[in-house]
T-cell receptor, first 106, second 121 residues
């Protein structure tokens, strides 16, 4: 299996902050990397697919970058509704997810 | 608009077989490039992918669970069924089905609400 490692595992931030979450793959996954947001008691919601393509309906303050083994999710100007857990996931091999990054209110 | 909904028992006894049904609308599983996957998430943990079935009936399974899983589709009913044998307490989780599309590199772009399955005697 391809292992996905996210960092940090949690972070505290304020409304308006710029937030960056990284995801590293154990092998080259080209751009088969996706980002999901999950709020308590809800299903994950796709934010970005193919490393950098914004899913329809997702605010433009979310962006993704990277290729190969290193990827980044950036949220510019964090909003109250963005406090959630974020997961990266790859679909190059057997699909796997990172362990998650919880974004908390500072 | 694509929607999916999981259905099945909420409580399963150890060693029993779990059967989950995903009923969907807004797309057809006979359309090229479409797929439906199953993912589970134990309380407080990350999601874990289980299985995927494609429009052409191709199937993929998690290598660690493959011997226990079977995924099938009924295109006429817009349903995908997952069976998991020999359930144990470690299988307690919320089980989701989700839509995939190969042109989005098989990202899970629409998810069902999930169904919580507890394994206990």
């Amino acid at each position: 299996d391809i292992q996905m490692t996210q960092s940090p595992s949690s972070l505290s931030a304020s409304v308006g902050d710029r937030v960056t979450i990284t995801c590293r793959a154990s092998q080259n996954i080209i751009n088969y990397l996706h980002w999901y947001q999950q709020k308590p008691g809800k299903a994950p919601n796709l934010l970005i697919y193919a490393a950098s393509t914004l899913q329809s309906g997702v605010p433009s303050r979310f962006s993704g970058s990277g290729s190969g083994t290193g990827f980044t999710l950036t949220i510019t100007s964090l909003q109250p509704e963005d406090f959630a857990t974020y997961y990266c996931g790859q679909s190059y091999g057997t699909p796997t997810f990172g362990q998650g990054t919880e974004v908390e209110i500072k | 608009q694509i929607t999916l909904k999981e259905s099945g028992p909420t409580l399963v006894k150890p060693t029993q077989t779990l059967t989950l049904t995903c009923t969907f609308s807004g797309f057809s599983l006979s359309t090229t490039s479409m797929g439906v996957g199953w993912i589970r998430q134990p309380p407080g943990k990350a999601p874990e992918w289980l299985a995927l079935i494609y429009w052409d009936d191709a199937k993929r399974y998690s290598p660690s669970l493959e011997s226990r899983l079977t995924i099938t589709k009924d295109t006429s009913k817009n349903q995908v069924v997952l069976t998991m044998t020999n359930m144990g307490p470690v299988d307690t989780a919320t089980y989701f089905c989700a839509h995939t599309y190969s042109l989005r590199l098989d990202a899970f772009d629409v998810w069902g609400q999930g169904t919580m399955i507890t394994v206990s005697s």
